[in-house]
């Protein structure tokens, strides 16, 4: 299958991989060039027959995926993926000859199913990654492990550890379709508005008029802010990027007015910096989170707790207003119109009510 030769002091391997003839130097020792030899002709024989190319540890490829997202992802996906990993971790106790990625089957990822749904750890991701009760994972939950096992294993496909990935196809869970997100009516909106602090309005007015996610607000400076064009660039910072590509969002005519009062007033921060710094310090989503649940209470708005509502707020009025999906989704940034399918269903009474504009009478 091939040869060994040398020129000069240097000896080199003479091998053909899929037809191409590759040579290669391996140094001054005749015993070394064969015992290279040997090991690409194995290594070209087990890829022919579909084995595994390499071999690696599965600690080892956790630690280099881990590696791999803090240098390509945004800190909070690192975390996610770093959750998935530790609960997968958790299954191979249980099945210690599961010890490199190559050995990893369909069987294994249907047993990891079994593992998790029949596990007494927490499962609250993708919403918090801080495991500390002891609920059954959702449908939803287990679907976005499996989701973020693909993607890790998808490296393993391409970094050319395995052949293939075990969990393309695997069967998924069946998760409600039909619950719809909760968010607010007209008035509950009133209501939040009435009772936020001054300092606040601005932040949570901006969160209903704009859709935008909650980090995006954080880092939302005032060299994003174009008020002669009436838009809002949600983009990469130094240290950041959005969730999904950048995009722009148009400012509504109040929303504009508020933004020049905004920018009117004094702060103690340079016009570059960010946008909102209530109190004196850069909002952050924690803190804004416990905000909102105390205006809620003041306001008697109901099973409103979370920032993301507002957002869902933010994407079903319009819907309500007849904007069509596909200009949503952009609003929205959503890389999937599949995503921003779930606001079609929002407001049944208002489609009910819609067919009536039809001019079609009775003769």
């Known amino acids: 299958m091939g040869s060994i030769y040398k020129r000069g002091k240097t000896w080199y391997i003479d091998v053909r991989v899929k037809g191409k003839r590759v040579r290669k130097r391996v140094g001054t020792s005749k015993k070394m060039a064969e015992?290279?030899?040997k090991d690409a002709e194995v290594n070209i024989f087990r890829d022919k027959f579909g084995a595994t190319p390499q071999e690696i540890n599965l600690d080892d490829f956790f630690l280099r995926?881990?590696?791999?997202?803090?240098?390509?992802?945004?800190?909070?996906?690192t975390d996610r993926y770093r959750a998935v990993i530790e609960h997968f971790r958790?299954?191979?106790?249980?099945?210690?000859?599961?010890?490199?990625?190559?050995?990893?089957?369909?069987?294994?990822?249907?047993?990891?199913?079994?593992?998790?749904?029949?596990?007494s750890e927490s499962s609250s991701l993708p919403h918090s990654i801080n495991q500390t009760d002891s609920r059954t994972p959702s449908a939803y939950t287990?679907?976005?492990?499996?989701?973020v096992l693909r993607l890790v294993l998808n490296l393993g496909v391409k970094w050319g550890y395995i052949k293939e990935n075990p969990v393309v196809?695997?069967?998924?869970?069946?998760?409600?379709?039909?619950?719809?997100?909760?968010?607010?009516?007209?008035?509950?909106?009133?209501?939040?508005?009435n009772h936020c602090p001054p300092d606040l309005y601005p932040v949570f007015f901006t969160l209903l008029c704009t859709g935008m996610?909650?980090?995006?607000?954080?880092?939302?400076?005032?060299?994003?802010?174009?008020?002669?064009?009436?838009?809002?660039?949600?983009?990469?910072?130094?240290?950041?990027?959005?969730?999904?590509?950048?995009?722009?969002?148009?400012?509504?005519?109040?929303?504009?007015?508020?933004?020049?009062?905004?920018?009117?007033?004094?702060?103690?921060?340079?016009?570059?910096?960010?946008?909102?710094?209530?109190r004196g310090a850069r909002i952050s989503k924690n803190r804004l989170r416990r905000e909102l649940i105390k205006i809620a209470e003041a306001a008697d708005i109901p099973d409103l707790t979370k920032l993301h509502t507002l957002r869902h707020t933010f994407a079903s009025h319009l819907v309500m207003a007849g904007v069509d999906l596909p200009t949503v989704q952009r609003l929205m940034g959503h890389s999937d119109i599949k995503t921003t399918m779930i606001y079609a269903h929002l407001a049944p009474d208002h489609l009910?009510?819609?067919?009536?504009?039809?001019?079609?009478?009775?003769?």
């Open 65 to 77: 995926v881990l590696d791999h997202s803090r240098a390509e992802h945004r800190a909070s996906t």
């Open 90 to 119: 958790s299954f191979l106790k249980q099945e210690p000859k599961l010890v490199l990625l190559s050995d990893i089957c369909v069987e294994h990822i249907d047993r990891y199913k079994v593992f998790r749904l029949g596990c």
């Open 213 to 278: 996610r909650k980090a995006e607000l954080e880092h939302l400076q005032w060299g994003d802010v174009d008020l002669r064009r009436r838009k809002i660039a949600i983009r990469a910072k130094e240290g950041w990027r959005p969730k999904t590509n950048e995009r722009e969002i148009s400012i509504s005519d109040p929303l504009l007015d508020m933004l020049k009062e905004m920018k009117k007033r004094p702060t103690k921060l340079s016009p570059s910096d960010y946008v909102f710094v209530p």
């Open 352 to 363: 009910a009510r819609s067919v009536n504009k039809l001019p079609f009478k009775r003769q």
């Open 169 to 193: 196809g695997i069967s998924r869970p069946k998760t409600d379709k039909g619950k719809s997100p909760r968010f607010l009516t007209e008035s509950e909106c009133d209501r939040l508005l």
């Open 35 to 37: 015992l290279a030899l």
């Open 142 to 147: 287990l679907n976005f492990e499996l989701d």
